[in-house]
């Protein structure tokens, strides 16, 4: 697991997610929000994940890294 330390100066973007339900498009809607946060932002990004027990392990499996 990688750990990124910040300097006191840098800011950090706290990104909060909301994810429930048994249904595919929410998973996928969500995944897409997190890797477009990843993709269009300078900063380092702390994501803060709220998910229904069926989800968790899906997101644990997609932000593995």
Do not use: W
């Amino acid at each position: 697991m990688k750990y990124h330390y910040r300097s006191r100066n840098q800011e950090v973007v706290h990104l909060a997610l909301a994810a429930c339900g048994e249904e595919v498009d929410r998973f996928e809607e969500a995944t897409t929000l997190l890797k477009s946060a990843v993709l269009f932002t300078t900063y380092p990004i702390h994501f803060h994940i709220f998910a229904d027990d069926y989800l968790k392990p899906k997101f644990e499996e997609e932000v593995r890294f």
